[in-house]
């Protein structure tokens, strides 16, 4: 019992006492009727008051919420304050993520994938190598480096959800080597702060939809035919449709010399519109996109506009089974589609910039055997317009994948994977080149 109401229900009895002695004492002292009447409209009047004060006091305490349940005996709590004492009152922390080994053997045959490129450790289509001698053997690649970690903060503020979320992953630069230590900078994918309908931060663009992603070994999969970019923006979101300006780069195609250029020279950022519609079969969405395309030099400034569209979604067969597709098409595509797998703009002779054109695609089936074990098919393409008298032959023309996994679930949240890959990428002057990996995965989530 709380202490102060202790103190008032003893307060009240004593009254009650004084209360029903009151006559007795009066008419020892003073018999007069007028005396006693007074006297008992005096206790009276305490008694009333006595019980507000402790009918105040149980309404404060109902209005409290719960105390905690009791520790165990023997326990201490881990900590005697908030977890964050700056934090908004009521904000709820969470935090997960997953451990996850990835373990690949690969197979060119047209020369190797550079050691220590992202080619080697998850499917790249750009990184497939075209025109270089097989050297007839394989090569095994193991890493963490996917390993992920998010922390999470929500509360509500004048009735408006507030969420700050962060997430990290070890994707980073080599900070040790293969001979020693494995050793990997953090790298962080999210972080951003939503408040009702807005949202500010880095996280997926708009113009992407993860949902629609199959469930695969590889870090994405169908990497070819997928929209892929986390960036940082501003986006407001009502209902089923959603609207973001977002960090603008350029990708561009030099005039018939050397590696592709990457511009920072935008001077606005790329637009996205998105519409969603959810339904108990799944869901389907609908995506546009707006930029700018600019190069300077210390002699030109060039620009270009480029516009594209994205639809895509999951469509479920029954309990086990379903479908997931993504097509993809537009001008100053590049950036945004397979990593970056075309440029967004080639250069032409006076240095102005044209639009490259391209599209992509994917189609995947997931079936589900029983509660422990699933399965993935899925095939995967790109292709680019590009203009071989701007460019020359070695930009990539088009590249494709077929893969098909199966994921067994020995435990909750234990994954143990293995998916087969094959990839074909092509150069405009017509060479080609082909991979084949078996990926391994155990991954932890938690």
Same mark, same amino acid.
């Given at each position: 019992?709380?202490?102060?109401?202790?103190?008032?229900?003893?307060?009240?009895?004593?009254?009650?006492?004084?209360?029903?002695?009151?006559?007795?004492?009066?008419?020892?002292?003073?018999?007069?009727?007028?005396?006693?009447?007074?006297?008992?409209?005096?206790?009276?009047?305490?008694?009333?008051?006595?019980?507000?004060?402790?009918?105040?006091?149980?309404?404060?305490?109902?209005?409290?919420?719960?105390?905690?349940?009791?520790?165990?005996?023997?326990?201490?709590?881990?900590?005697?304050?908030?977890?964050?004492?700056?934090?908004?009152?009521?904000?709820?922390?969470?935090?997960?993520?997953?451990?996850?080994?990835?373990?690949?053997?690969?197979?060119?045959?047209?020369?190797?994938?550079?050691?220590?490129?992202?080619?080697?450790?998850?499917?790249?289509?750009?990184?497939?190598?075209?025109?270089?001698?097989?050297?007839?053997?394989?090569?095994?690649?193991?890493?963490?480096?996917?390993?992920?970690?998010?922390?999470?903060?929500?509360?509500?503020?004048?009735?408006?959800?507030?969420?700050?979320?962060?997430?990290?992953?070890?994707?980073?630069?080599?900070?040790?080597?293969?001979?020693?230590?494995?050793? /990997?900078?953090?790298?962080?994918?999210?972080?951003?702060?939503?408040?009702?309908?807005?949202?500010?931060?880095?996280?997926?663009?708009?113009?992407?939809?993860?949902?629609?992603?199959?469930?695969?070994?590889?870090?994405?999969?169908?990497?070819?035919?997928?929209?892929?970019?986390?960036?940082?923006?501003?986006?407001?979101?009502?209902?089923?449709?959603?609207?973001?300006?977002?960090?603008?780069?350029?990708?561009?195609?030099?005039?018939?010399?050397?590696?592709?250029?990457?511009?920072?020279?935008?001077?606005?950022?790329?637009?996205?519109?998105?519409?969603?519609?959810?339904?108990?079969?799944?869901?389907?969405?609908?995506?546009?996109?707006?930029?700018?395309?600019?190069?300077?030099?210390?002699?030109?400034?060039?620009?270009?506009?480029?516009?594209?569209?994205?639809?895509?979604?999951?469509?479920?067969?029954?309990?086990?089974?379903?479908?997931?597709?993504?097509?993809?098409?537009?001008?100053?595509?590049?950036?945004?589609?397979?990593?970056?797998?075309?440029?967004?703009?080639?250069?032409?002779?006076?240095?102005?910039?044209?639009?490259?054109?391209?599209?992509? /695609?994917?189609?995947?089936?997931?079936?589900?055997?029983?509660?422990?074990?699933?399965?993935?098919?899925?095939?995967?393409?790109?292709?680019?317009?590009?203009?071989?008298?701007?460019?020359?032959?070695?930009?990539?023309?088009?590249?494709?994948?077929?893969?098909?996994?199966?994921?067994?679930?020995?435990?909750?949240?234990?994954?143990?994977?293995?998916?087969?890959?094959?990839?074909?990428?092509?150069?405009?002057?017509?060479?080609?080149?082909?991979?084949?990996?078996?990926?391994?995965?155990?991954? /932890?989530?938690?």
């Amino acid at each position: 019992m709380n202490r102060q109401t202790h103190t008032a229900r003893k307060r009240l009895s004593l009254a009650l006492v004084i209360a029903l002695a009151a006559p007795g004492l009066a008419l020892a002292q003073d018999a007069s009727p007028q005396s006693m009447e007074a006297r008992i409209a005096q206790l009276e009047q305490l008694v009333q008051g006595l019980k507000s004060e402790l009918e105040a006091q149980k309404a404060a305490m109902a209005a409290q919420p719960p105390a905690p349940a009791p520790l165990p005996a023997g326990t201490q709590p881990i900590q005697a304050s908030t977890i964050s004492p700056a934090a908004n009152p009521g904000t709820k922390f969470s935090y997960g993520g997953f451990i996850k080994l990835d373990a690949m053997v690969t197979d060119t045959s047209d020369g190797e994938i550079a050691d220590g490129s992202a080619g080697r450790l998850f499917y790249l289509p750009s990184a497939t190598p075209v025109g270089g001698a097989d050297e007839d053997s394989a090569d095994l690649d193991m890493h963490a480096q996917f390993s992920r970690f998010w922390f999470s903060a929500d509360t509500e503020v004048n009735g408006k959800k507030v969420k700050g979320y962060i997430e990290a992953d070890l994707f980073g630069n080599a900070n040790g080597n293969e001979q020693s230590t494995n050793t /990997y900078g953090l790298t962080i994918r999210h972080a951003y702060v939503s408040w009702d309908k807005w949202l500010a931060g880095q996280t997926w663009s708009n113009f992407q939809d993860v949902a629609a992603l199959p469930d695969a070994v590889d870090f994405v999969g169908p990497t070819e035919g997928t929209i892929f970019v986390r960036q940082a923006q501003l986006r407001y979101t009502n209902g089923p449709w959603s609207v973001s300006l977002e960090n603008p780069e350029t990708t561009v195609s030099p005039f018939l010399a050397g590696a592709r250029i990457s511009s920072d020279d935008n001077s606005v950022p790329d637009a996205t519109l998105r519409y969603l519609h959810k339904a108990d079969w799944g869901h389907f969405t609908v995506a546009g996109l707006a930029r700018q395309l600019r190069y300077e030099t210390a002699t030109t400034s060039e620009s270009d506009t480029g516009f594209a569209i994205s639809v895509s979604g999951k469509w479920n067969l029954g309990a086990n089974d379903d479908l997931r597709y993504m097509v993809s098409t537009g001008s100053g595509i590049g950036r945004y589609l397979g990593f970056g797998l075309g440029s967004d703009a080639m250069q032409e002779a006076d240095g102005s910039l044209d639009a490259l054109d391209g599209y992509g /695609y994917f189609v995947a089936w997931r079936h589900a055997f029983n509660p422990k074990l699933r399965g993935n098919l899925f095939y995967s393409a790109a292709s680019f317009d590009n203009d071989i008298g701007l460019t020359g032959g070695g930009v990539t023309k088009s590249a494709s994948s077929l893969h098909a996994n199966l994921i067994y679930s020995p435990l909750p949240k234990i994954d143990i994977g293995a998916e087969l890959i094959y990839g074909d990428r092509e150069i405009e002057s017509g060479l080609d080149g082909d991979l084949r990996r078996l990926h391994l995965h155990v991954k /932890y989530n938690f």
